[in-house]
């Protein structure tokens, strides 16, 4: 007779396992060991300008041999509604910044075209830039402009640079 009460302790204990199993894989599944992540805020417009995407390489590294009229019009225009007026001149001496007139002798095309685009990197990484801030005081500002727009900027200080 005793190796049936030891089967049926033996029966008991595993009922008793299988549901202790039973609850413990059905509190896991109610309530996840996973932590869920907060998605990360999708960058809206604003902050990111996806419609003109370049890398370095895009950039091109010598000024144009001669301004293309028909941009530096377009150029001239953003020069004044970008903010740019309000701090320099092409021609007229320094304002908040320097005169831009002749920047084509000094500085290359990439590099103006980082400092129109990438004003931040630029006054933290890039030493030139550096000490033009520490001699002007004052952080030229990012008007976000598209590979483009800075382009044209720098055709027309090109143009008028050579007309006056
Ligand atoms: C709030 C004033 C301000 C505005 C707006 C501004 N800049 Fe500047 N810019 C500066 C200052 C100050 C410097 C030099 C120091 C520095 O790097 O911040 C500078 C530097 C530059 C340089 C480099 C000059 C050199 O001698 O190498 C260029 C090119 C330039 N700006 C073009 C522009 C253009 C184009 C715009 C318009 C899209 C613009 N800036 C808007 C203040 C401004």
């Not at 007026?85 to 002749?102: A, I, M, S, W, Y």
């Not at 500002?141 to 027309?156: F, K, M, N, S």
């Amino acid at each position: 007779m005793r190796i049936w009460k030891v089967g049926f302790v033996l029966l008991l204990v595993g009922l008793g396992s299988l549901g202790i199993l039973y609850l413990f894989v059905e509190g896991l599944r109610r309530n996840p060991r996973t932590v869920r992540e907060e998605a990360p805020a999708t960058p809206t417009a604003e902050r990111v300008d996806t419609s003109d995407r370049w890398t370095y390489e895009d950039l091109p590294k010598e000024w144009p041999e001669a301004p293309d009229p028909s941009l530096a019009r377009e150029g001239e225009e953003l020069f004044q509604t970008r903010g740019c007026r309000v701090c320099h001149t092409v021609g007229e001496g320094d304002l908040v910044g320097p005169d831009l007139k002749g920047i084509d002798r000094v500085r290359d095309y990439r590099w103006t075209l980082l400092m129109l685009l990438r004003p931040d990197s630029m006054q933290r990484y890039d030493s030139v830039a550096r000490d033009l801030l520490k001699r002007y005081g004052v952080q030229m500002p990012d008007q976000r402009l598209t590979l483009r727009e800075a382009e044209a900027i720098l055709h027309y200080i090109l143009l008028k640079g050579r007309e006056n």
